[in-house]
């Protein structure tokens, strides 16, 4: 089945400690994204790859990294979480960057306390 | 500046009636992609449709349709014979063709009542 994987789903945890969140898919799609989604800001991008080794900031990527070492995997690192960054987070993936449908994956709730 | 209003919070509807969510556009792109997201209340983004900025056909698929109009800048959803799995956050959203994000509207909330 065609899909985009993320883990883990729920994960509460103190502010300093690192974390990383994944994201998988298994369509061989180029182009990886993160967003977040919080009450009254929507969902906002925090970093992309067009391909593997080519990442890019998106509109809110302080406080997080990404790597894209293979084209399936696409993580999601807080070095140092803060409690702003409790938030639900999406990892998406699509064929290209040029108006192709981007794809979920099922997200997960980050609790920073 | 490129923006997606969806100007409807929230609407509520009985189980049956039609509903239409309205999503009205900002881009200087003259090649744009537009899209429609359902969030049901298990969080997830499902996404329902593409239409680009070329192709002005009204789409049906089931009980959604689609109305893109270039001229008012609009590309509204409407749902027929509502039901209450229809109840969940529809998102109306632009694609940036520079970086490939997407601009999503504020989402509007659908719920359907028996």
């Known amino acids: 089945e065609a899909q985009v994987t993320q883990n883990p789903r729920y994960l509460i945890t103190v502010t300093g400690k690192k974390l990383t969140v994944t994201c998988s898919q298994n369509m061989n799609h180029e182009y990886m994204s993160w967003y977040r989604q919080d009450p009254g800001l929507g969902l906002r991008q925090i970093y992309y790859?067009?391909?593997?080794?080519?990442?890019d900031k998106g509109d809110v990527p302080e406080g997080y990294k990404v790597s894209r070492k293979e084209k399936r995997n696409f993580p999601l690192i807080l070095e140092s979480p803060s409690p702003n960054q409790t938030s639900l987070y999406f990892c998406a993936s699509s064929l290209g960057s040029a108006g192709n449908e981007q794809f979920f994956g099922p997200g997960t709730r980050l609790t920073v306390l | 500046a490129q923006k997606v209003t969806q100007a409807q919070t929230e609407i509520s509807v009985v189980e049956k009636e039609d509903v239409t969510l309205d999503c009205v556009y900002e881009t200087r792109d003259t090649t744009y992609y537009l899209f429609w997201y359902k969030q049901p209340p298990s969080g997830e983004l499902v996404f329902l449709i593409r239409r680009n900025s070329f192709d002005e056909q009204n789409e049906i698929s089931g009980r959604y349709s689609w109305n893109f109009q270039k001229s008012t800048s609009s590309f509204n959803f409407t749902i027929t014979a509502s039901q209450v799995v229809d109840s969940a956050v529809y998102f109306c959203a632009l694609i940036d063709n520079q970086g490939g994000k997407l601009i999503f509207g504020q989402g509007t909330e659908l719920s359907v009542k028996p």
């Open positions: 790859s067009m391909n593997v080794e080519v990442t």
